[in-house]
């Protein structure tokens, strides 16, 4: 297989149309086989559920080449599990998870030329969505829904790759209390362009949401999970009922527990112990490990020890241990690491 003629090296995280993609519609309660094309658009009725009142839903997961020169994924199964999750909560038909990753398996296999070679610090980002697709006007779930998987390369979510990042405390909320920011519904998202928009404006990367009812403690951001550092080397991670339950970030909790031995903490985390931490950064699919250099509270700055010019100690050996598991340079746990063949 020839690989395509990209400048892997300095892609950005943008939509590059590929040639094959998973298509599945479900019709008169069931889904039908579903298979390959080359087509990369979708015609739908006007009044789609999807366009009407915003029944979709999606994942994000990433295709590597590691050392050895072999193509896996990572935790697809997780992804499939999360996208039932996402299903059921939406009243969306569930698309099963052993059909979902055996459907992940065909898109990378398809489009093998698109997955950048080792080393070019990029990587083939995997899109399955579902959608409403047929007609609803009363406020009520569509009969007839499609899922796709589409994959494109990308380089670093962030411009500037792993350079700190300066973030701000939203005044806007992402997720209600018993609503929907456990799911990876993309209402979620359509709700926070407003504040990722205005929050570039004002020269900040992105926004830390806080718990929308009492605005004390730290949720996440629009499209990450956080991890903390304590000064004692404790790595911290926000428990809450209204995040997306990041499979990065439940990776990185036990990489650093069983591989670099640090004591991990899933808890509350309170606005007022920021200044406190030594480490901040970001972590998901897309955004790796991005760390956080400096966090703004409406003009009072919170440097984190960590600086702006590099990673933090702790946050760096997360990084290469995780990224070493993805690339095959360091023994995955069991069921990590799917070869695609
Ligand atoms: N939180 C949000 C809101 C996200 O969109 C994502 C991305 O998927 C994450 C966290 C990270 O999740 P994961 O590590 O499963 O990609
Ligand atoms: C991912 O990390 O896969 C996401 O869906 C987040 C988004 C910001 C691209």
């Not at 080393?119 to 779930?141: C, D, H």
């Not at 790595?235 to 069983?258: N, W």
Request: hydrophobic share 35%; with cysteine.
């Amino acid at each position: 297989m020839e690989k395509k003629q990209i400048d892997w090296d300095n892609l950005g995280f943008a939509y590059i149309r590929t040639e094959r993609r998973f298509v599945a519609n479900y019709k008169d309660g069931a889904w039908d086989a579903g298979g390959m094309t080359d087509d990369a658009n979708v015609v739908i009725n006007e009044c789609a559920g999807v366009l009407q009142y915003s029944q979709s839903c999606f994942e994000g997961l990433k295709a590597y080449t590691t050392e050895d020169g072999r193509i896996v994924t990572f935790r697809p199964d997780l992804n499939g599990q999360r996208m039932e999750d996402s299903c059921r909560r939406l009243e969306m038909p569930v698309y099963p998870k052993e059909k979902f990753v055996d459907a992940v398996t065909e898109t990378v296999k398809a489009n093998a030329a698109y997955v950048p070679p080792y080393g070019s610090g990029a990587s083939l980002y995997i899109r399955p969505v579902m959608f409403a697709s047929g007609p609803v006007i009363g406020v009520k779930p569509a009969d007839e829904y499609q899922f796709r998987i589409f994959a494109t390369p990308v380089g670093p979510y962030f411009k500037g790759g792993i350079k700190p990042l300066t973030i701000r405390i939203s005044d806007f909320d992402r997720a209600a209390p018993n609503g929907t920011g456990h799911i990876k519904a993309g209402l979620n998202y359509a709700m926070s362009l407003h504040a990722i928009v205005d929050a570039h404006k004002q020269g900040f990367d992105e926004n830390m949401y806080l718990d929308a009812a009492s605005h004390t403690k730290v949720e996440e951001t629009g499209g990450a999970n956080f991890i903390f550092v304590t000064k004692d080397q404790k790595v911290v991670t926000p428990k809450s009922d209204s995040i997306l339950p990041s499979i990065t970030r439940r990776s990185l909790m036990h990489v650093a527990k069983e591989y670099l031995g640090l004591e991990t903490q899933e808890r509350e985390v309170f606005k007022e112990e920021l200044a406190d931490f030594a480490e901040c950064g970001l972590c998901g699919t897309a955004a790796v490990i991005s760390p956080v250099g400096k966090i703004v509270d409406h003009g009072t700055e919170i440097c984190l020890p960590s600086g702006m010019a590099d990673m933090g100690p702790v946050t760096k050996k997360l990084y290469d241990t995780l990224t070493g598991i993805q690339m095959g340079r360091i023994k995955a746990p069991e069921g990590w690491i799917q070869e695609i063949r």
